[in-house]
């Protein structure tokens, strides 16, 4: 009797276990299930005042090394030859829907404007690092680009080609493109960006999770629609591992 | 209906017709179920997440060079949901059902403060926590005597359920928000109450343990008291009183 019911137990906790697994293959459950980090996204935005800043640090509250991840050293002799020339010849350019095409070389980048931050950088592992970041705010490079109406989104084109050559991409909305912390970093802790942290540039999006925080920088395409690049849910990862486009929680 | 109205009228049968009172009202019942599924869901798919980077730490930052104060080795599959690695379809699941948590806890919780449940059911009077009574209440638990002669809560368990509404849910709900960026820049308060990102996530953590004993005990009790009874009166609302032995009928209200 006993064992007959522990055997209905347990077997029907193993068929819901498995009923869960295949629930978690369906398209169309995990459409169903997408729609809470897509409430999520709502509910933040309208809670969030559009210019409220992520938490700014002191400097001895920095972590003591700043780990990193992801792509440590692209492949490839293109990006080799730029390492061995300092970044020498790296160009950044702004295209895609704006009005007056740019390109910047990083020594123009770390001439201009700067703002510095120290803050935390969270992984959707659930790690954090906080370190210090200087970069050019965004926010300039796009009001000297002059983006056009329909732009929507920023999409950045990195460097780095991950697995089968893909190339790393992410892609912002406007609201944190234009937030006063989004920055291309050149330095971390007040030295000039290494390669594994994503030298010469790399994004910072502050309220977001690491994986939006594409290294490697090379160009910054305005565009209407994410649907047309790549995998078309806007970023190397949401594409790939079907991570969430907003990362903020 | 707060009133554990009996079917029959006699206000005390013999011990032989086993007495069948009103347990548990309909908000309670619904809630229960919905929050199991919920809680089975959020602790299964927080252990995959878990497994992604399975250290903790307190403070504001905490990586692999860091000093943790805990690792474990990852959870098995049959722990985990999904049960095979995979973080996005895990946050998936869990930050799906934690709408369902925590908008299942607000409705309950306000539904009970309405209907009374709170105040007649769950909140202890002066009597119950007394000492003695309390002895009293912890001897027939080391006793393993589940006989339930009331439709009340005994007071161990009524400061369970408390410390399970007000305090492991609610902490979980808050530290798990502290752990959003996007939280944190709309709300900068919550990371300071917990002491920081990875404090935060360690507070979650041992919060979800404290869930996870819970549920152990809870389904442990459960089958000592007599489960078709139990779950029964958690489907229906009628719950069948089993009286202790003639000798020690002395329990109070």
Known sequence: MIITRRNILVGGAAGLLSGCDALGKNEDFRKLLALGEKGNFAIQRSLQDRMALAKEFRPQQRSPVFRMNGTRQPRGEAYAKHASEKFANWRLTVDGLVARPQAFSVAQLMAGPKRSQITRHDCVEGWSAIGKW????????????????????????????????????????????????????????????????????????????????????????AVDDLSKLYGGKGGYWEDGAGYEWYAGI | MAKSESKRETAHPPVSQPQTVFRHRLSTRIWHWVNAVAIFVMLMSGLMIFNAHPRLYWGQYGANLDQPWLVLPRFPGWATLPSNYDLALGRHWHLAFAWVLAFGLLAYLVWSLFNGHLRKDVALSRAAVAPAHLWEDIKKHARFDFHESEARYNPLQKITYSLVLFGLIPLLILTGLTMSPGMNAAFPWLVDVFGGRQSARSIHFICAMGIAAFIIVHLVLVILAGPVNEIRSMITGWFRLSPPPASNSGDSA
């Open chain 1, 134 to 221: 200087t970069g050019i705010p965004l926010k300039l490079l796009l009001d000297a680009a002059g983006l056009k109406s329909q732009a929507r989104f920023l999409v950045f084109h990195c460097a780095d080609k991950m697995g089968f050559g893909t190339p790393y991409y992410e892609s912002i909305d406007l609201i944190d493109a234009f937030h006063p912390q989004t920055i291309l970093a050149w330095a971390l802790n007040d030295e000039t960006l290494m390669i594994g942290n994503g030298a010469p540039l790399r994004l910072r999006v502050e309220r977001q999770l690491g994986y939006k925080q594409a290294k490697y920088v090379e160009r910054i395409e």
